[in-house]
């Protein structure tokens, strides 16, 4: 469109699965890449790289940055959900789940459930994330078969093609698994809805 600004990122990364703006950034999630772009409302970037400073109102995007790691959020934009500066997503390539906090990506599968999420993902045809604010929880719904005799997943509701578990702040862990299949969460004014 005229007067357009457009950024390109990898393809080899995968097609763009969702976009999240920060106050001053555009974060970028492919399947298997998670980038951003910094947002100025003051400057226009040339292709040398340089800042070049323009007097609308309108905002640009900077040079896209990848983060460290190859991680994404693989075919699971659902997965995504983001409380403050935090934003917890899935990784069913990896077979993580994943937060990104700044410009770090930490794999919070890894608190004592990096062999359940593995098998789990695997399996999983839909991830369903949200946040529950009121108990500071990221809370995962895995839709799908999510079981198999031969895996060490052992929970009830695996067998009723879903599993729900939530990643507490608080504990720094996986604190409790959950009866319930939402099809959409979220939280309004410090209540947790599904």
């Known amino acids: 469109s005229e007067g357009g600004l457009t950024v390109s990122v990898d393809p080899r990364n995968g097609s763009i699965q969702k976009l999240q703006a920060d106050d001053t950034q555009l974060n970028i999630f492919q399947e298997d890449k998670v980038s951003l772009s910094p947002i100025d409302k003051d400057f226009i970037y040339s292709a040398e790289g340089g800042a070049v400073p323009v007097t609308s109102n309108s905002q640009f995007l900077g ?29 069913k390539n990896n077979g993580v789940v994943l937060k990104f906090v700044g410009n770090q990506i930490q794999q919070i599968s890894n608190v004592g459930m ?21 108990h500071s929880q990221y809370t995962l719904t895995l839709q799908g078969t999510c079981y198999n005799s031969n895996s060490d997943t052992n929970v009830a509701t695996a067998s009723d093609g879903y599993l729900t578990v939530s990643f507490d702040e608080a504990t720094g862990g996986w604190g409790s698994f959950k009866s319930y299949n939402p099809e959409v969460a979220l939280s309004l004014n410090n209540t947790f809805y599904s």
């Open 63 to 91: 040079t896209i940055a990848s983060i460290p790691g190859q991680y994404g959020i693989s075919l699971n934009p659902e997965s995504f959900a983001s409380f403050g500066t935090a934003k917890y997503f899935t990784d």
């Open 114 to 134: 990096s062999d359940f999420f593995r098998d789990a993902l695997k399996s999983a045809s839909k991830a369903i994330g949200s946040y529950d604010e009121y």
